[in-house]
T-cell receptor, first 114, second 110 residues
Framework: DADVTQTPRNRITKTGKRIMLECSQT?????MYWYRQDPGLGLRLIYY???????NKGEISDGYSVSRQAQAKFSLSLESAIPNQTALYFC?????????????FGPGTRLTVL | KQEVTQIPAALSVPEGENLVLNCSFT??????LQWFRQDPGKGLTSLLL?????REQTSGRLNASLDKSSGRSTLYIAASQPGDSATYLC?????????FGKGTRLSVIA
């Protein structure tokens, strides 16, 4: 079984709808991250969490919110989806050590907002 | 603000050739630098992590070097194979979590 799972894997929705993307991990890592990937722009950090009570904004947090329900679960919400939020979304995890914190990525969620 | 640049954006080589991918970053105050591989439509797989105190890391046919003072890293792939075809991403970790370059898309032609 995959260590980092994301649901759904694909989602098509309409402008103005509320969408939640979910991430679960079995690696026992404290740190979790949400990124989006756009062609030509690379990966950009949306939000990150270093433990259950710690939530931090990343480079592009506007229009997004997150919830860290447990150490193993980190959800990303789009309160009112808009077309320019169409992208590939990745969840990642890492251990606490900053010097050796290799990030482990989920398979991604492809979101299309019409 | 940390910026990461990867050159070239795309590269096509014949099978068996040795090749070098380049990564540069603007802020040398980093904790580590990582190289990832991404296959089309897939997630990222970590290849190598170099801590800020290290100069290089090796894994099989891959060797990554880090020159923190000049803000540069290279990923050397020896004896390239068609299975190496993918996008390679460089990322640095500092005061904020990973900042990624846009990647180099590698095609190895049999």
């Amino acid at each position: 079984d995959a260590d980092v799972t994301q649901t759904p894997r694909n989602r098509i929705t309409k402008t103005g709808k509320r969408i939640m993307l979910e991430c679960s991990q079995t690696k026992g890592h404290d740190r979790m991250y949400w990124y989006r990937q756009d062609p030509g722009l690379g990966l950009r950090l949306i939000y990150y969490s270093f433990d259950v009570k710690d939530i931090n904004k990343g480079e592009i947090s506007d229009g997004y919110s997150v919830s860290r329900q447990a150490q193993a679960k980190f959800s990303l919400s789009l309160e009112s989806a808009i077309p320019n939020q169409t992208a590939l979304y990745f969840c990642a995890t890492s251990r606490t050590s900053r010097d050796t914190d290799t990030q482990y990525f989920g398979p991604g969620t492809r979101l299309t907002v019409l | 603000k940390q910026e990461v640049t990867q050159i070239p954006a795309a590269l096509s080589v014949p099978e068996g050739e040795n090749l070098v991918l380049n990564c540069s970053f603007t802020d040398s105050a980093i904790y580590n630098l990582q190289w990832f591989r991404q296959d089309p439509g897939k997630g990222l797989t970590s290849l190598l992590l170099i801590q800020s105190s290290q100069r290089e890391q090796t894994s099989g046919r891959l060797n990554a070097s880090l020159d923190k003072s000049s803000g540069r890293s290279t990923l050397y792939i020896a004896a390239s194979q068609p299975g190496d075809s993918a996008t390679y991403l460089c990322a640095v970790s500092g005061n904020t979590p990973l900042v990624f370059g846009k990647g180099t898309r590698l095609s190895v032609i049999a």
